[in-house]
């Protein structure tokens, strides 16, 4: 139980272009998802966390008009890189907590997507 | 959140136990320790946590010092499958915001 599924798993665009990824809880509730975006031999860096129904919290630093997240149900989250450039290059990897009865620290996490901008 | 230290690398041979240290000196008493672990190219996999007791599931043990400025993280019998990097978090419990430090990136040798 307590899969977390990422769509696509890699995806390559065109520097200018919109990208949306999908992150899916697939066997339970989740009332909060997270997003982190990690660099090439950096750790994970928390990006937002997006409550279903309700505006996503951006973390410092993390541009809330570029990152779109949108949590339109309990099992799905998605976040879309507006106007992609190089430098959004890296690899975006999603959490959910469950719904209830779970210990809340204990994140699902998802495979990742691994965006190249070309 | 209290900082936590580990060391950057280790290796260890396949079969034999893993002891991942994680020092954790300014530690609350209302922050439990966490395990995550990474595989390269995969999401990070929750391991294990604890608050002061030692714990045990099918992946590892977790093993706290009485003063809880320490621990240690224990793969009984590592395989080539546990290369990772592991993290060592601090965390109250009704937090959710995991910070990843740069981990341990653990070798696991045939």
């Known amino acids: 139980g307590a899969v977390v599924s990422q769509h696509p798993s890699r995806v390559i665009c065109k520097s200018g272009t919109s990208v949306k990824i999908e992150c899916r809880s697939l066997?339970?509730?989740?009332?909060?998802m997270f997003w982190y975006r990690q660099f090439p031999k950096q750790s994970l860096m928390l990006m937002a966390t997006?409550?279903?129904?309700?505006?996503?919290?951006?973390e410092q630093g993390v541009e809330k008009d570029k990152f779109l997240i949108n949590h339109a149900s309990l099992t799905l989250s998605t976040l879309t890189v507006t106007s992609a450039h190089p430098e959004d290059s890296s690899f975006y990897i999603c959490?959910?907590?469950?719904?209830?009865?779970?210990?809340?620290?204990?994140?699902?996490f998802g495979p990742g997507t691994r965006l190249t901008v070309l | 959140d209290a900082k936590t230290t580990q060391p950057p690398s280790m290796d260890c041979a396949e079969g034999r136990a893993a002891n991942l240290p994680c020092n954790h000196s300014?530690?609350?008493?209302?922050?439990?320790v966490y395990w995550y672990r990474q595989i390269h190219s995969q999401g990070p996999q929750y391991i294990i946590h604890?608050?002061?007791n030692n714990e045990t599931n099918e992946m590892a043990s977790l093993i706290i010092t009485e003063d809880r400025k320490s621990s240690t993280l224990i793969l009984p019998h590592a395989t080539l499958r546990d290369t990772a990097v592991y993290y060592c978090?601090?965390?109250?419990?009704?937090?959710?915001?995991?910070?990843f430090g740069a981990g341990t990136t653990v070798t696991v040798r045939a």
């Open positions: 959490s959910a907590t469950r719904l209830a009865g779970g210990n809340y620290n204990e994140q699902f």
């Open positions: 066997d339970f509730q989740a009332t909060t």
């Open positions: 997006s409550n279903e129904g309700s505006k996503a919290t951006y």
């Open positions: 300014t530690i609350s008493g209302n922050e439990y």
């Open positions: 604890g608050l002061k």
């Open positions: 978090i601090a965390l109250p419990l009704n937090d959710y915001k995991l910070s």
